[in-house]
């Protein structure tokens, strides 16, 4: 049974009172930490009505109402809630003075202690461990902060906004007040105090006001700041340039924190992040580790607008900023590098991650309507999917009409709290300027906000040769609960069309499709006289986020994956052809001239582009994840699934070993080259040693345990993965090369340990239990755990032994880490997910020890995920 409190959507009412401003004030003491806040409050309604406040273990110690101490029947108080019975009916302060205890909070939520240093997560309902209140996005106030604490203990002391006074106290105390003009919720208020090295910078914004930025690091890091400091002045610049959209304080702080649930924080003014995503440079960071830093701490900036200055009006619409805010991410990646090989990465994130997630039990809508813990739904349906939603409404706009759409939504809900209904309205007022010039269904769309799962599109053509007509026909399946109506989306389809006898030039170009009911055809005639049937390419650059199925022939794809000029396409065909191979090899059905026109066509490949496509060609020589393997099966054999893809790279490996070899000779000249040059070189390197490593090339090995200690991190990662499968000494060298260098550097060492606990060949759970015993084993820290528990679960062979006692060991961690990191815990059991989709021994095995964990003593976040696992 479950004793799980459900939030639902319908039943959101607005709280009958604003709070125009508040007054906090910490006082940082040896062992705990006094806080008195000081609420104006304006009551909504004319009559009284009880004003309730959130708490979370807060020890109160006095109360008063202007300015006039409460008696105890005038309220009520349990370390999670207090009611005030009969607050005044006209606008009144409220002051309250309690005692935290952030040294002893190991939920990193609220306010808490990381490597010496004290710091906060508000988002989505930490604040109310740090004072009682509404905590919630609906009620944003003017925040002033007054910090007091010991000057050697805590020479730095931030918060949210502009820094307006600071000074000495007596006993070797000081102060500093910080004043924050823009109205925000309580989930952006932040606080940081602590031994922490300044690196500043200054940004010039278009309109000419000066930005003070500032990273604050722990002592040694700062040399590895340059690259964060970059990435937000061109994030800075691009908001400028493409949305019209300035920064608005004098101050950009960023603080990096060892010990953090989440990747970054957008708090108002006062970033604060998960310091593996600030630290970083090209000897201690891989290329693609450094995009990401560059993409998070551009997301976390524009968060100011799509999030703080636009926040949500309840956690219901938590899309409404972070599908915004991760579109805006990727079109600044997009922009600033290669946008075609950008949705080559992003598709494949969504199509390992958040399709897997709609398949399982814990699939929900990017608009949910109920949730037990908020922080459960912190997901890749709302992140990445709320982006394609956003994607595909500037597709179907055009981005003119979508740029005004946005532009009128920002300046119509600025300073307030919105839904998603909200912003798809105005966006499209915006655009359009009456919402019945609209050229789709509206109605349909909001659809993709309240529908959970994938869509599923089936093509079938007819070629009339003699009229030189495609027809196209297209069908939408969608598994909706509600199966009693006749769901319809907005589906926006981009293709082309190519003659095969053309050498590859479209003879159709990038035409957009709308399929807005369950059936509906194409006729696709501007073939000039074509006779023979034309090769179709749809889902160009993935226009909507769903599953197709086509009766395109193997030729089909092999011409595509050949000619196609989009990038996305063009992969997306090696990959099926590739999916298609594999397949056939696990059922036992061997399509050798399928592999040997494949082999053919990487070896075409490789001879017809340019050395400057490498990062495509490393893109489109690389297999499909396992998660998108598993779906071809009606029952999931991981083991063997894993062996197959392995056994399928050996193949390519051997295949076409000659042209790899002379291929990586040529480009070797260009690996040296800064990021972002050289990227796609060293990617291509890096992908070419997997390749030959496993086809037993000794050279590739021997190159592998050099590049360890070479100055790139990318360099070293790559040949690490190359060994990885390898029961070789040289995998052994390498990873203790690689330990004696980075044992010093937490950040680079948590790489380590999940290579480690990942690795095959290895005595599974013997490795695990001592790494996690390793003195350089941070118990506390997310990044850690994740690295070690997370890692295991790709040790493919070790945690899905038949004997089930993989499974059982990662019961077992689950249960720990929920007891020190419930957010951590309930993340990390996901990975039980998909239990019933395995064979039945695993599949057995498995339940198993999801009951373990269900009949443990574990946190109501961790235990709402069990229990939509065991349904
Ligand atoms: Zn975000």
Same mark, same amino acid.
């Given at each position: ?24 004030? !910490? ?68 002051? *309250? ?6 040294? #002893? ?12 240093? *004290? ?16 905590? +919630? ?26 820094? =307006? ?36 910078? =200054? ?5 000419? #006001?000066?930005?003070?930025? =500032? ?13 964060? /400091? ?27 924190? #060892? ?32 995009? +990401? ?226 059936? &509906?055809?194409?006729? /696709? ?35 595509? !994956? ?44 490789? =001879? ?115 060994? &990885? ?88 961690? /689950? ?57």
């Amino acid at each position: 049974m479950s004793t799980n409190k459900s939030t639902k959507l319908s039943d959101y009412v607005e709280y009958p009172f604003l709070i125009p401003s508040i007054y906090l004030d !910490f006082d940082i003491c040896v062992d705990l930490v006094e806080v008195q806040s000081s609420m104006i409050i304006e009551p909504k309604l004319k009559e009284s009505s009880r004003l309730i406040l959130q708490g979370n273990q807060i020890k109160l110690l006095s109360i008063s109402i202007n300015g006039k101490e409460l008696n105890s029947e005038e309220y009520y108080n349990s370390p999670d809630e207090l009611i005030i019975f009969n607050p005044p009916i006209s606008k009144f302060e409220l002051k *309250l003075i309690s005692q935290i205890d952030p040294f #002893r909070n190991t939920s990193l939520e609220g306010l808490y202690l990381s490597s010496g240093m *004290l710091t906060t997560q508000c988002e989505a309902e930490g604040f109310r461990s740090i004072c009682y209140h509404p905590d +919630r996005p609906d009620i944003l106030s003017n925040f002033t902060v007054r910090v007091e604490a010991d000057r050697d203990l805590y020479p730095i002391l931030l918060s949210n906004g502009n820094k =307006k006074y600071s000074g000495n106290l007596n006993n070797n105390r000081h102060e500093i007040v910080w004043d924050d003009p823009f109205p925000k919720p309580s989930y952006l208020f932040a606080l940081v105090a602590g031994k922490l090295n300044t690196v500043s910078d =200054k940004y010039v914004t278009k309109s000419g #006001r000066l930005i003070d930025i =500032k990273i604050y690091v722990e002592t040694g890091d700062e040399k590895y700041t340059q690259h964060a /400091i970059t990435s937000l002045k061109k994030a800075m610049k691009w908001d400028e340039d493409v949305y019209g959209l300035e920064y608005d304080l004098d101050e950009y702080k960023i603080v990096a924190v #060892r010990h953090f649930n989440m990747g970054a924080m957008e708090n108002k003014g006062l970033n604060i992040f998960n310091s593996k995503l600030v630290l970083a440079d090209a000897e201690t960071a891989t290329d693609d580790e450094l995009e +990401r830093i560059e993409s998070v701490i551009a997301h976390e900036y524009f968060h100011n607008w799509t999030g703080n200055r636009i926040t949500c009006r309840d956690w219901f619409q938590l899309s409404l900023k972070e599908g915004l805010t991760v579109f805006r991410d990727q079109s600044f990646t997009s922009d600033l590098h290669n946008s075609g090989i950008k949705r080559i990465e992003d598709v494949s994130f969504l199509r390992n991650f958040q399709f897997t997630e709609d398949k399982g039990p814990t699939s929900h809508a990017v608009k949910p309507k109920e949730y037990v813990a908020i922080d459960n739904f912190y997901t890749t349906t709302i992140y990445e999917k709320g982006a394609e939603l956003i994607r595909m409404l500037e597709l179907l706009l055009g981005k003119e009409k979508f740029m005004r759409g946005i532009n009128f939504y920002i300046k119509t809900f600025d300073g307030s709290a919105a839904t998603t209904e909200d912003f798809i309205n105005s966006l499209i007022k915006g655009a359009y300027l009456d919402k019945a010039n609209c050229t789709f269904n509206l109605t349909k769309f909001l659809n993709w906000y309240y529908e959970r799962g994938t869509p599923k599109v089936y093509v079938n053509q007819s070629w009339d040769s003699k009229k030189s007509i495609l027809n196209v026909s297209f069908e939408q399946k969608i598994n909706s609960d509600k199966s009693n109506e006749n769901i319809e989306m907005v589906i926006p389809i981009l293709y082309s069309c190519y003659g095969r006898e053309k050498g590859g030039e479209p003879i159709v170009e990038d035409k957009l499709f709308i399929l807005d009911k369950n059936k &509906k055809n194409l006729q /696709i005639n501007a073939l000039n006289g074509e006779k023979d049937f034309p090769v179709l390419s749809i889902f160009r650059r993935f226009s909507s986020p769903v599953i197709w199925e086509t009766d395109l022939s193997i030729d089909d794809y092999l011409f595509l !994956f050949l000619n196609d000029n989009d990038c996305f396409s063009r992969w997306d065909s090696g990959q099926i052809l590739m999916r298609e191979i594999i397949k056939n090899n696990i059922n036992k059905h061997v399509n050798y001239s399928l592999e040997y026109s494949f082999i053919n066509a990487i070896k075409e490949t490789i =001879k017809s582009l340019e050395i400057n496509d490498s990062l495509l060609l490393s893109n489109l020589l690389t297999i499909p994840g396992l998660a998108e393997l598993e779906p071809l099966f009606e029952k999931v054999d991981p083991i063997n699934i894993y062996k197959e893809s392995l056994n399928f790279q050996v193949l390519i490996g051997n295949k076409i070993h000659q042209e790899l070899r002379v291929l990586s000779e040529n480009i070797l000249v260009n690996i040296n080259q800064q990021w972002p040059m050289g990227r796609g070189e060293r990617k291509l390197i890096g992908t070419i040693w997997s390749y030959l490593a496993l086809a037993g090339d000794e050279g590739v090995k021997k190159d592998c345990v050099e590049a360890i200690v070479s100055s790139s991190m990318t360099m070293a990662r790559s040949a690490l993965r190359a060994l &990885k499968p390898l029961d070789s000494p040289e995998t052994e060298e390498a990873s203790n090369l690689f330990y004696d260098l980075w044992k010093e550097n937490p950040v680079v060492l948590d790489s380590w340990f999940a290579y480690e606990a990942s690795r095959p060949h290895k005595q599974g759970i013997n490795v695990i239990e001592k790494l996690l015993a390793h003195s350089k084993f941070d118990w506390k820290a997310p990044n850690a755990i994740r690295a070690v528990i997370g890692g295991f679960s790709k040790n493919i062979e070790s945690f899905h032994s038949i004997d089930g006692q993989g499974y059982l060991f990662m019961a077992e961690k /689950i249960i720990e880490v929920d007891k020190i990191n419930p957010i951590t815990a309930s993340r990390m059991v996901k990975i039980f997910s998909k239990w019933k989709t395995y064979i039945d021994k695993n599949k057995e095995e498995m339940y198993k020890s999801i009951l373990k964990i269900n009949k443990a003593n574990i946190s109501s976040n961790t235990r709402e995920v069990v229990e939509l696992i065991l349904k």
